[in-house]
């Protein structure tokens, strides 16, 4: 059983910028992937950004060239994303997951408000 847990979510104004943490109980050798999804009220989840085992990303196109997930290479067990230019749009509860296989674990989700 793999579990993540999450920090860096609060509030900010539009243009702002937020760092999400997500640490799993796990290294990130071991995993498949590691990212993040989100979930803005009355909208289904949706995948923000992921990164596998080999270092690749992928970013959901209304976050790209503003949003940067890495990972922790020392603890291997970390990843980051990185938010600027927030925007009210991005306002939502952002979930990490962990995949160990076909199996996906998550995280209790952080909550992000961009308002003024």
């Known amino acids: 059983q793999v579990q993540l847990v999450e920090s860096g979510g609060g509030l900010v104004q539009p243009g702002g910028s937020l760092r999400l943490s997500c640490a799993a109980s796990?290294?990130?050798?071991?995993?498949?992937?590691m990212g993040w999804y989100r979930q803005a009220p009355g909208k289904e989840r949706e995948l923000v950004a992921r990164i596998i085992s080999g270092g690749y990303t992928t970013y959901a196109d209304p976050v790209k060239g503003r949003f940067t997930i890495s990972r922790r290479d020392n603890a291997k067990n970390t990843v980051y994303l990185q938010m600027n230019s927030l925007k009210p749009e991005d306002m939502a509860v952002y979930y990490c997951?962990?995949?160990?296989?076909?199996?996906?674990?998550w995280g209790q989700g952080i909550q992000v408000i961009v308002s003024s």
């Open positions: 796990e290294s990130i050798v071991s995993l498949n992937a």
């Open positions: 997951y962990g995949q160990v296989g076909l199996v996906r674990y």
